[in-house]
């Protein structure tokens, strides 16, 4: 193979901003992140993490620059050289690509693990119950959950509902996995399960973007830390340089509150 050969990156993110109304929250992100690449993204409160995510996955639309997800510019295509926003069909096909785990869950109560992980799947993507439940079990399994299967939310621990919910954005076969701040709703205790789930997504090869707070996730199951303050991406690296030798002012005073 030519050593020069660059792989054509899952997400391709240039000059993305994006207001609400007067207030300027992304100033300007770039972002490439490779196919089987994990990437945290940490930042202060406010910094626009959470609204980058939700316009990789056009829950927002962006005002300017573009995102491109596996080769596909997201929420429009070009027409006669000119950006035309994409039907609502369209987008949802694109956001089949792309899973998402929250802070807070907000699995179905009135499902058990199963239901809540083959529904969409079964109902919104027209797959059979049968492969979509076998799917299912072997996501669970995956998650650590294998004995869960017929168990009520509420029969669950935050921990353990976490990892269904994490198990019901893979149902989709997702090209890429957003996680934003999924452990921040959790006790103390029940962090570490969520977060070894994780461990192993990303060992397994899969794709993740990881909004966290979780320093010692970052330092180990990251190959790239982007540091965000005020709409811009300050600083980004290995996580080595990024949290053992931080070049910024704005990065060293967020990093020394976790130490
Ligand atoms: P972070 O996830 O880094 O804490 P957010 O992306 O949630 O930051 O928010 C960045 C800024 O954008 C905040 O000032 C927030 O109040 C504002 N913001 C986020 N979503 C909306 C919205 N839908 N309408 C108006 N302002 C918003
Ligand atoms: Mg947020």
Redesign the pocket.
């Known amino acids: 193979m030519n050593a020069l050969a660059t792989v054509e990156p899952l997400v391709h993110a240039r000059n993305v901003h994006k207001s609400?109304?007067q207030?300027e929250?992304l100033k300007g992100i770039d972002l490439d992140v490779a196919p089987g690449e994990v990437v945290v993204i940490l930042?202060?409160?406010?910094?626009?993490?959470?609204?980058?995510l939700?316009c990789i996955n056009h829950l927002?639309a962006i005002n300017q620059g573009s995102i491109m997800v596996d080769g596909e510019q997201i929420g429009y295509r070009l027409r006669k050289g000119r950006l035309e926003k994409l039907s609502n069909n369209a987008i949802a096909a694109q956001r089949r690509k792309i899973g998402m785990v929250f802070q807070q869950f907000n699995l179905y109560p009135h499902m058990t693990a199963l239901e809540n992980i083959i529904e969409a799947p079964v109902g919104i993507h027209g797959e059979s119950r049968k492969a979509a439940t076998e799917n299912a079990l072997t996501l669970l399994e995956r998650v650590g959950l294998s004995e869960k299967a017929g168990s009520y939310p509420r029969q669950l621990s935050g921990g353990q509902q976490q990892r269904v919910a994490i198990a019901r954005a893979l149902a989709i076969k997702p090209k890429l996995m957003l996680f934003?701040?999924p452990t921040s709703a959790l006790d103390p205790e029940l962090v570490g399960e969520v977060l070894s789930t994780m461990r192993d997504l990303a060992s397994q090869g899969l794709t993740m973007i990881v909004?966290t707070h979780e320093i010692g996730f970052a330092r180990e199951a990251a190959d790239r830390v982007i540091f965000?303050d005020g709409?811009k991406v300050v600083e980004h690296g290995k996580p080595e340089d990024v949290l053992g030798n931080p070049q910024h002012q704005r990065t060293r005073s967020f990093l020394a509150r976790f130490i």
């Open positions: 609400f109304d207030l929250v930042g202060p409160s406010g910094s626009g993490k959470s609204t980058f939700r927002e934003d701040e909004v965000m709409g």
